[in-house]
Nanobody
Framework: QVQLVESGGRLVQTGGSLRLSCAASGRPFGTSGTYTMGWFRQAPGKDREFVASITWSGGATRYADSVKGRFTLSRDNAKNTVSLQMNSLKPEDTAVYYC??????????WGQGTQVTVSS
């Protein structure tokens, strides 16, 4: 079983920056070469949407068009954590952000989420 715990969400002004972290435990990700870590978000009244992902072994990243150039996803294999650096935040980035892990396209494990609010 895998446990994912997100942190770092808070209220920030438009144009500001935040760094979200996701700590993974319960499984040796370092030996799971096919694992991918992803971030998703869900705004009130909207469907959950993909934000970014990174492969655990090679570090290949993917981003939603809406965050390209503003968000950067990185991983620390030794600490089993992934971090989402979010810059130039906009009000439309307001959402609950979820960390997820699995073998794409299926994310089998999810965190509880962390709230990001961008004030205009």
């Amino acid at each position: 079983q895998v446990q994912l715990v997100e942190s770092g969400g808070r209220l920030v002004q438009t144009g500001g920056s935040l760094r979200l972290s996701c700590a993974a435990s319960g499984r040796p990700f370092g030996t799971s070469g096919t694992y991918t870590m992803g971030w998703f978000r869900q705004a009130p009244g909207k469907d959950r949407e993909f934000v970014a992902s990174i492969t655990w072994s090679g570090g290949a990243t993917r981003y939603a068009d809406s965050v390209k150039g503003r968000f950067t996803l990185s991983r620390d294999n030794a600490k089993n954590t992934v971090s989402l650096q979010m810059n130039s935040l906009k009000p439309e980035d307001t959402a609950v952000y979820y960390c997820a892990a699995g073998t794409v396209p299926i994310y089998s494990y999810w965190g509880q989420g962390t709230q990001v609010t961008v004030s205009s």
